[in-house]
C-alpha cells in the first residue's frame, strides 16, 4: 500500500511498534489509545512516526503543557492540522472545484499574535458565562425533544440521534443559522475533521462551508440581523471594520469547532452512563456531583488533538524535529498521565483536583469552553431527568471515530 503523505493518502499498514511508527488513524488506536499512551509514556515518552509527512506524539502531561505555552518554538499560524492539508481554494485556479480562499485561515485558532489577540477578543464576549446562560433555554428545550423521540420508541442512538445533534443546532442559533441546515453542517464538518485524511471529502467539506457563508455573509452585509455574523461584520479593529475574510474565516471556526468536539464529548459521555450503571445511578442520587462529574467527562474522554507544525529544523528535550514535522498536541493523552491524575484511568465523579488540558492550554486555550461545559451539563441533566434507566443494547454495536477529534459515532442504547 502507498504512503504518499504529501497527498494524505489514507495508510493501512497496521502499527507494531507504536514509540517509531504511530498512527492515530490506527483501529486500534481509535478504539482504545488508552494503553498504547501509558506504554509510551514509561518507555518513550515522546514518540514519532515518518507517517503523514512525519509528527512527535507527547504522552506527558508536563510535556503538552510545555509545548502549547511555547508560542515562539511551536507557533498556530503554520498550521494546526495533524495531517498534512488540502490546499482548498487553489484549485479553482486549478480549475477543478472554484471556491473562495480563506486567505486569513480560520483565527484565532489558526493565528498567531497579533491577528490570534484581537480576533480572540471579538469571539470571546459571544461565549461569556452570561450569553451562555441565555443559549441555555434553548439547549434544554432542545435536549427535551431529542429525549422525546427515544422515549417514544423505547430505544435510540444516543450518539447520532442525541449527540451529535445538540452542538449543531445550538450553534447555529448563536450563528443564525436555520435548523433545517443542521444535517449539511455536520456532515461538512465531519469531512473537514473525521475525514481529514482524505482530500476529496474534506474538500468538499471545506468549500461546502466557505460557500454557505459566503452567501449568509453577503445577506447580512445587505440586511443586518442581531446573530453573531451580524455583530462582526459591525466590529471594529483599529478603527477599521474587519475584513470579510476574516469575518469569514472566524465563522468557519465556530462552526468546525464547536460541533464535532462538543458532540464527541457528550457522545463519549452518554457512552459511559450507559456502559457504568453505578455511575450513572450515583449521578442521579447525588446531583450535587454534576460539576465535577463533568469536568471528570471531559478529562477522561478529551476528544481533541491539535498540531503544531515546525518549519525550521529544532529541538525539544534532545528530539530532533525536522523542518515540516508536526508535534501532535495530545491533550487526550496528557489528561490520563498518572504523574498529575492518581487513577488517571478511572472515571472518579467527585475527582477534586482536576486541571485537565481537555480543552487546550496557553493563548489558544478553548474560546467556546463555557459553551462546551453547559451544552454537555443540559445534555446529561436532560436525558437522565427523563431516562434513569437505559443500557448498551450491544456494547459490540458502538462505533468510534478517530483522528483531529475522538468520541464515539454509535450508541445504540435501550430504555429499561
Ligand atoms: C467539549 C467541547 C470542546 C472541546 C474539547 C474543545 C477543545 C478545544 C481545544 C483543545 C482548543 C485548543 C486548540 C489548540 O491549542 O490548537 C480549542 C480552541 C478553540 N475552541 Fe474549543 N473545544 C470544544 C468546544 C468548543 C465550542 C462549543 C466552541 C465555540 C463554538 C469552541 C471554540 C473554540 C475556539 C474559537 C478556539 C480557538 C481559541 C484560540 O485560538 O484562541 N470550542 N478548543
Redesign the pocket.
Known sequence: MSNDTSTGAPITESVTDWATDYDIFDPQYVADPYGIWDELRDACPMAHTDRWGGSWLPTRYADVYAI?HDIEKFP?GNG?SVVPMVPVGQEGAEGHIPAPVLTSGVP??SADPPL?TWT?RL?LPT?SPARVAEYEVFTRELCSRLVDDVLARGEGDAASEYAQQI?VRV?GHILGVPESMAGTFTEWVRDVLEFAHDPERRRRGIVGIIEYLNEAIGEREATPTDDFISELLQSEHDGEPITRDVVMGMCA??LI??ID??WS?IGSTMWHLAAHPDDRRRLIAEPDLMPTAIEEF?RAY???T?ARRIIEDTDYNGCPIKAGERIL?N?PGANRDPEVFPDADKVILDRQQNRHL???A????????N??RM??RVAVEEWLRRIPEFDLVDPALVTWAGGQVRGPRSIPVRVV
Not at 362 to 369: D, E, Q, T, V
Open positions: 502549547a498556530s494546526i484565532p485558532i490570534h480572540r469571539v461565549m452542538p450553534i471556526l465556530l469547532a464547536g468536539t462538543t464529548s471531559l478529551a476528544p481533541v491539535m498536541m491533550f481537555a480543552f487546550g496557553g493563548i489558544h486555550r478553548c474560546a467556546g469552553s459553551l462546551a451544552e454537555l
